[in-house]
């Protein structure tokens, strides 16, 4: 039933994107065009040195998939199934709600754009899970024909790995605070090892996952002018006075 509702979705998606566009289109038909433009495109798209790395990762974990799969099912800490709940759909439109809650409480736009945006995402990438397992077709670790691609399979990519690192990326885009990418992203990488130490994933479809959520997460953060900050930190600047310039240190964490 959630699978046939979402490609519902998807085909209306479609219908969106066939009708031609103008001046009386509603603004939610506009906003939507463009999202899906940015998700296709986007302001910062990968570098081609970042699509290489990718590419190479991808490879090397392929290479010994099963082999990878197996050693974390034996040696990732039992602890981890506790976390696997942090990345489902539920989650991710519980994270929007609590964006949401808190911008209108603090009178932020941040704070609610980001929720918004969140469980935007969350509905579009949620489409995007559903088409890709059932084009791939993956069978499970441990379930028949384990590792096969068109057996029907729900194991490429990784749905958990893809709504976890959504919730890192746009949480972070919202709140920009360093302390914050370094809590929400290793949180997120605990999530997706989690489907590798139960036997429900490859290592290759927690990649996959988290790639994809983490691009529509991204992508629609910056669409929706949530911004990033300049990672360098810190920053020296120089305040020039009479007679001479002052240098002075910005910190912000």
Known sequence: MKRSRRLLAAGLLAVVLATPAGAAEPAAIRR???????LATGQHALEGPDVAFAALLFAGLAVDDAGLAATGRHRLPDGLRHLERGGTVGSANAAGGLLIAGGLIAGERRGWTGGLTMLEANLLLGVTLDLAKSGFGRARPLGAHHGQLFRSGQSFPSSHAAHAFLIASVVDATLDRRWVSWTVYPLACLVSLSRVQNGAHYPTDIVAGAALGWWFGSRLSAAHDLGRR?????????????????ATLHWRW
Request: glycine share 8%; net charge positive; no cysteine.
């Open 32 to 38: 939507l065009r463009l999202d899906l433009r940015a």
């Open 230 to 246: 300049d990672p360098a930190r810190p920053r020296i600047t120089a305040m020039p006075i009479p007679g001479g310039a002052v």
